[in-house]
């Protein structure tokens, strides 16, 4: 059974940084590319980063430079470093398999998330 569990959200001041964890199980996490994606109110779920097997990444536009993503195979854990935290970063951030082709999330099923709130 596929799980993924995301931890480290919080309430941060624009400028800040936070680091969330995804630990994930029911799949052989060193063959699988894993990404971040969020979401806000009203708005379809993006993908923000994306880490290959073989540790290649990539970003959105919005969060080049800001973001890092790396993951821990011995773990089964993927993070999301976030430093230069702005507003806009706002959102519940959830972690999934990537379809390396498609960029779509490979599983239907979804954490719980963590809320990530950039406030002063």
């Known amino acids: 059974q596929v799980q993924f569990v995301e931890s480290g959200g919080g309430l941060v001041q624009p400028g800040g940084s936070l680091r969330l964890s995804c630990v994930a199980s029911?799949?052989?996490?060193?063959?699988?590319?894993m990404g971040w994606y969020r979401q806000v109110p009203g708005k379809e779920r993006e993908l923000v980063a994306s880490i290959t097997s073989g540790r290649s990444t990539n970003y959105t536009d919005s969060v080049k430079g800001r973001f890092t993503i790396s993951r821990d195979n011995a773990k089964n854990t993927v993070y999301l470093q976030m430093n230069s935290l702005k507003p806009e970063d706002t959102a519940v951030y959830y972690c999934?398999?990537?379809?390396?082709?498609?960029?779509?999330?490979?599983?239907?099923?979804w954490g719980q998330g963590t809320q990530v709130t950039v406030s002063s």
């Open positions: 029911g799949i052989i996490f060193r063959f699988v590319d």
């Open positions: 999934n398999a990537v379809h390396r082709v498609t960029m779509r999330p490979l599983y239907d099923y």
